[in-house]
């Protein structure tokens, strides 16, 4: 009773277009849950965003669950996600995607499931990793394990979303490392991300993991910059 009190006078709304959900509908409104762009990635090995890394780091297989239009209701989800504290949406996603991920042979093999850090800075200001959610719904629904300090990120830096191109990509090289040791070798990395832009991010990530002697990388990202 005390529930539906609460419920009457702070009524839970979407997170992708703010409408009050009804009593069956957990996170994204049955309405939004229909216009969300669906790339359909896990449908086809060879999809646009597998093509991404394409000449510049071997992965096993690379898919993301929607495409990322601006002012649209992706958009609208990783912001309320990443900025608004709503981690619950993560962990929806997770699940969601991680029932069209678990057919995919080339996954049968993924050891480990890694999100790309945040700064130790970063992740004290915001209070948390915007993936982590969706990584450890991932990590449950496929029985995988999940870690979230093999990879970690050396240097601060401003939210990539207000940077240009050019600054995502200048000195990155150097960003992210990974502490290691032999319980890690010849295992396959699945790493994963909210938003796949350049690649450049997931490709340094990549590198990084590929110190590890044996290493294989596999990417997941919640969704994929599209014009």
Not at 43 to 63: C, H, M, Q, W
């Given at each position: 009773?005390?529930?539906?009190?609460?419920?009457?006078?702070?009524?839970?709304?979407?997170?992708?277009?703010?409408?009050?959900?009804?009593?069956?509908?957990?996170?994204?409104?049955?309405?939004?849950?229909?216009?969300?762009?669906?790339?359909?990635?896990?449908?086809?090995?060879?999809?646009?965003?597998?093509?991404?890394?394409?000449?510049?780091?071997?992965?096993?297989?690379?898919?993301?669950?929607?495409?990322?239009?601006?002012?649209?209701?992706?958009?609208?989800?990783?912001?309320?996600?990443?900025?608004?504290?709503?981690?619950?949406?993560?962990?929806?996603?997770?699940?969601?995607?991680?029932?069209?991920?678990?057919?995919?042979?080339?996954?049968?093999?993924?050891?480990?499931?890694?999100?790309?850090?945040?700064?130790?800075?970063?992740?004290?200001?915001?209070?948390?990793?915007?993936?982590?959610t969706f990584g450890k719904a991932l990590s449950f629904s496929l029985n995988?394990?999940?870690?979230?300090?093999?990879?970690?990120?050396?240097?601060?830096?401003?939210?990539?979303?207000?940077?240009?191109?050019?600054?995502?990509?200048?000195?990155?090289?150097?960003?992210?490392?990974?502490?290691?040791?032999?319980?890690?070798?010849?295992?396959?990395?699945?790493?994963?991300?909210?938003?796949?832009?350049?690649?450049?991010?997931?490709?340094?990530?990549?590198?990084?993991?590929?110190?590890?002697p044996g290493a294989k990388i596999s990417i997941v990202c919640m969704a994929?910059a599209h014009s």
């Amino acid at each position: 009773m005390f529930k539906s009190i609460i419920n009457l006078f702070f009524p839970k709304v979407c997170s992708g277009c703010n409408a009050i959900l009804i009593s069956n509908e957990i996170v994204i409104c049955t309405s939004c849950r229909h216009n969300l762009p669906l790339t359909n990635h896990h449908l086809n090995p060879e999809n646009d965003a597998f093509k991404k890394f394409y000449g510049r780091i071997p992965v096993i297989y690379t898919s993301t669950l929607f495409y990322f239009h601006k002012k649209g209701i992706v958009q609208q989800l990783i912001h309320n996600l990443k900025y608004k504290g709503h981690e619950e949406i993560g962990t929806i996603l997770g699940e969601w995607y991680a029932e069209d991920l678990k057919d995919i042979k080339s996954l049968a093999t993924v050891d480990v499931i890694i999100p790309v850090p945040l700064h130790r800075k970063k992740l004290k200001e915001r209070g948390y990793n915007q993936v982590t959610t969706f990584g450890k719904a991932l990590s449950f629904s496929l029985n995988r394990d999940y870690e979230e300090h093999l990879l970690f990120r050396n240097t601060y830096s401003k939210t990539q979303s207000k940077k240009t191109l050019l600054g995502r990509t200048e000195g990155i090289e150097t960003v992210f490392d990974v502490s290691f040791s032999e319980k890690d070798h010849n295992k396959h990395f699945l790493l994963i991300d909210d938003v796949l832009t350049t690649g450049s991010t997931l490709e340094v990530c990549s590198r990084a993991l590929l110190k590890i002697p044996g290493a294989k990388i596999s990417i997941v990202c919640m969704a994929m910059a599209h014009s």
